[in-house]
């Protein structure tokens, strides 16, 4: 498996709801302006398939899945 | 290199005989030639079309290519810029700021929340169907008042109200009427409109519209955005009910899988939105020179978007041109667009058609055209939503 991480950029967020329908169980929408919400810390481990398929159908690229930062790479990245 | 690509003269306006869950053939043959291809729009500018899924997906993404009605480039004419709220034909920053709004009142939650007030409405209808005894014409018993009672009651449009505009919005977005009767319907739909939103302001009550007047939007802009809601919720399900309906009853077999299997509804419902890709095709123009597909595509160049070819691309769906209501690989399809401007009504629009195709078909387990296919009517092919006109229908009458 390779070691990827979610990101989550409520901004771009459209609130079409393509993601709390395609996992239920990772993401939900805010209730007062349908923006994504995690109801996972890392759905990646506990819900990985779940979560790349919403990440693959969120249509404003709010759900991102990026390479976890190895090594001299992770840099600038917050740890 | 351009000119081995393949060239559409003009935008095929008809679907072959006999097939009318098909996309024209040109655009089958388009995307034969591959997922990109020249074309001349109807004004006679030259454009591009594309019909592959990937590339239809990754243009909609893209924010080099606008949405804004004033900047399709189709002819040698000016196009006037949408009327404020219409948020379909607008870009950043003025989308979100009409979209936002609206987005918590469509949540998937919400939209759950009203199945039980949907399958209320659809039962009634039902009920007077089974009522008045075969045979009917299903558009006006079942696919249209089901869609128009429940975007009326979530936007607060009375309910005496009805009849009079969803004869109108189906005159404007059907394509078969003459350019003085659609601007008639038009102009009367949106005079009707700005009377509501006055009153909501004045007196508002539990409802879409109360509660937008309650933002920074000005009437204007409500009275446009209430329209193009209304069109939305209303044609598109309209459409989406009585032409799947048509479908299911052509594909015996497939209705018999979901008549069997119940939790096929959900599945079913994906299939169909993709099989039947009611609303067709859409257009945006580059801003900048943009590489799509290994061709650049100039700036001020309008490309045109064929849903209904991409969701059959035999790239991404398996034996794409079969209606297979166990199908694992539908989701993902464009009915609901993609991008910023993907359909806000998604979710109420599922939950409709999970309920109303659940409903009918237990209902009548001997439900039949009651006319040969060849004659049911469709809508033209200029149509902004494809769809059927009349459904005639009809069933064994139950002995008591
Ligand atoms: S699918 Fe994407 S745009 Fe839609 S609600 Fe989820 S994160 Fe937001």
């Known amino acids: ?79 | 290199m351009s000119e081995s690509l393949h060239h559409v003269a003009t935008l095929p306006t008809a679907r072959r005989p006999g097939c009318p869950f098909d996309p024209p053939a040109e655009l089958l043959d388009a995307r034969g030639h591959g997922p990109l291809s020249r074309c001349t729009h109807v004004g006679g500018k030259p454009g591009w079309l594309i019909t592959g899924y990937d590339l239809v997906r990754s243009v909609l993404a893209d924010p080099r290519f606008s949405s804004r009605k004033e900047l399709l480039n189709v002819g040698d004419f000016e196009i006037a810029p949408a009327p404020p709220g219409e948020f379909l034909l607008t870009d950043e920053p003025q989308h979100g700021r009409y979209r936002k709004p609206l987005v918590g009142r469509f949540t998937v939650r919400r939209m759950r929340l009203l199945t039980e007030r949907i399958e209320q409405i659809t039962a009634d209808c039902l009920d007077a169907m089974e009522e008045a005894g075969p045979p009917t014409d299903l558009v006006t018993a079942f696919a249209k008042p089901i869609p128009t009672i429940v975007i009326c009651e979530l936007l607060g449009v009375p309910y005496g109200d009805r009849g009079s505009f969803q004869e109108q919005i189906d005159t404007f977005m059907g394509g078969a009427t003459s350019d003085e009767e659609l601007i008639a319907a038009y102009t009367a739909t949106q005079e009707y409109l700005a009377g509501l939103v006055v009153a909501k302001r004045a007196n508002p009550t539990d409802d879409v519209l109360s509660e937008l007047t309650d933002s920074d939007l000005t009437d204007e802009e409500l009275k446009g955005m209430s329209l193009v809601l209304l069109a939305a919720g209303f044609d598109t399900t309209a459409n989406m009910l009585s032409l799947g309906t048509f479908a299911l009853l052509r594909n015996p077999e497939q209705l018999a899988a979901l008549r069997a299997d119940p939790t096929l509804t959900d599945a079913a419902v994906e299939e169909l939105l993709r099989y039947l890709s009611v609303a067709k095709t859409f257009m945006r123009t580059a801003l900048e020179d943009v590489e799509v597909g290994g061709q650049i595509i100039e700036a001020g160049t309008t490309v045109v978007l064929s849903y209904n070819t991409a969701n059959r691309d035999p790239e991404r769906f398996t034996d794409p041109h079969v209606l297979d209501v166990r199908r694992r690989d539908a989701v993902g399809h464009l009915a609901f667009s993609h991008g910023i401007h993907q359909c806000l009504g998604q979710q109420l629009a599922r939950v409709e058609m999970r309920v109303a195709f659940r409903a009918l078909i237990d209902r009548f387990p001997t439900l039949r055209l009651a006319v040969p296919a060849e004659e049911v009517g469709l809508r033209p092919e200029t149509a902004d939503i494809y769809g059927v006109t009349s459904l005639p229908v009809t069933w064994d009458e139950r002995r008591s």
């Open chain 1, 1 to 79: 498996m390779s070691a990827a991480r979610l990101r989550v950029d409520r901004e771009r967020c459209i609130g079409a709801g393509m993601c709390a329908l395609t996992a239920p169980e990772v993401f939900d929408q805010d209730p007062d302006d349908g923006r994504v919400l995690l109801l996972h810390p890392d759905p990646l481990i506990t819900r990985p398939t779940a979560t790349r398929m919403a990440a693959g159908v969120c249509p404003s690229g709010a759900l991102t899945l990026q390479d976890r930062p190895t090594g001299r790479d992770a840099g600038g990245d917050p740890p």
